[in-house]
């Protein structure tokens, strides 16, 4: 459990995706991409819990394939997130909590969510080399250990997404008022996008 908190609080594609739907759509988008992400987790799990995530160790190419796609994905998103900032900041008058994520579709970040989520390879790594080897191969019911440890993990990242959310909408109401900072927290959140891109494309398969 203390390992699950670690991994969870860790900052990632996945928890700022979920903060800033929550802050530039709504909240009801925050619970949107939060349910992406505890989709996706849910896919990574079963794929560990079968043995087909270990593909990636055996297959280099599947993994150089997977982390440029993603890389690819998260930096399309920073580079939205930055364009949309610099309109505001040149037009400060339009500049309010936007109704789109720059780079995804508005009306669907419940799939931008689920993409980045089995995309992102912190959350890989996690389930493919941490949470398996809490599973005994010699106890008797070794699907009761991932569903235990399966519980753990989604209980630890429900209560993490919701109180970004929380935040989300709060930091919302902050910024509806101060076009400036709006641009500004727009624009970082882009550059953080883009450096999580960068950094997964110069990741490597340990």
């Not at 799990?45 to 995530?53: F, K």
């Not at 400060?92 to 720059?102: L, M, Y």
Request: hydrophobic residues 50%.
């Amino acid at each position: 459990m203390l390992g699950t908190i670690f991994i969870v609080l860790l900052p990632g594609p996945n928890s700022v995706f979920v903060l800033s739907s929550a802050t530039y759509q709504s909240v009801s988008a925050g619970y949107q991409a939060a349910a992406g992400i505890v989709v996706g987790d849910t896919i990574l799990m079963l794929l560990a819990a079968t043995g087909a995530a270990s593909v990636l160790y055996a297959n280099p190419t599947l993994f150089l394939v997977l982390k440029y796609a993603g890389a690819a994905y998260l930096a399309w998103i920073g580079w939205g997130l930055m364009r949309q900032a610099w309109r505001h900041w040149r037009d400060p008058t339009s500049t309010r909590p936007s109704k789109t994520t720059s780079g995804t579709n508005p009306r669907q970040p419940f799939r931008s969510a689920l993409i980045i989520s089995l995309l992102n390879p912190k959350a890989i790594f996690f389930f493919i080399s941490f949470f398996v080897q809490f599973v005994d191969p010699t106890y008797a019911y070794p699907v009761v250990t991932f569903l235990l440890l399966g519980a753990i993990v989604q209980i630890c990242s429900v209560l993490y997404l919701y109180a970004l959310i929380l935040g989300g909408a709060r930091l919302a109401n902050k910024i509806r008022t101060h076009p400036r900072l709006n641009a500004i927290a727009s624009g970082a959140v882009g550059g953080i996008f883009v450096a999580f891109g960068i950094k997964l494309a110069d990741a490597t398969l340990r």
